[in-house]
Nanobody, 124 residues
Framework: QVQLVESGGGLVQAGGSLKLSCAASGRTFSSYTMGWFRQAPGKERDFVATIDASGVITRYEDSVKGRFTISRDNAKNTVYLQINNLKPEDAAVYYC?????????????????WGQGTQVTVSS
């Protein structure tokens, strides 16, 4: 069992930056693929970024490429999402997720554990 706790969300002006963190419990964090998803009001939960267990392989949703960076620190059991040049359409609840199976994935259904989410609000 893995517990995930996100933090770092908040209210930011368009063009600003945020760094989201997701702290994981358990001794097997370094074996999990991690992902970030987001859900805006009235919309489905969408893929944002994923990183493999070693931190070498990443993948991003097209609209965030060049602005978002996913990274992880296995010694700290933490995965991060650096968000730069925020846009109003980035406003959402951001969720961290962990996947037992090897390999990155953009599919929410392939993730086994989820955090409670952290709100990102963007003012224009």
């Amino acid at each position: 069992q893995v517990q995930l706790v996100e933090s770092g969300g908040g209210l930011v002006q368009a063009g600003g930056s945020l760094k989201l963190s997701c702290a994981a419990s358990g001794r097997t964090f370094s074996s999990y693929t991690m992902g970030w998803f987001r859900q805006a009001p009235g919309k489905e939960r969408d893929f944002v970024a994923t990183i493999d267990a070693s931190g070498v392989i990443t993948r991003y949703e097209d609209s965030v490429k060049g602005r978002f960076t996913i990274s992880r620190d296995n010694a700290k059991n933490t995965v991060y999402l650096q968000i730069n040049n925020l846009k109003p359409e980035d406003a959402a609840v951001y969720y961290c997720a962990a996947r037992r199976s090897r390999g990155i994935s953009a599919y929410a259904s392939s993730y086994d554990y989820w955090g409670q989410g952290t709100q990102v609000t963007v003012s224009s």
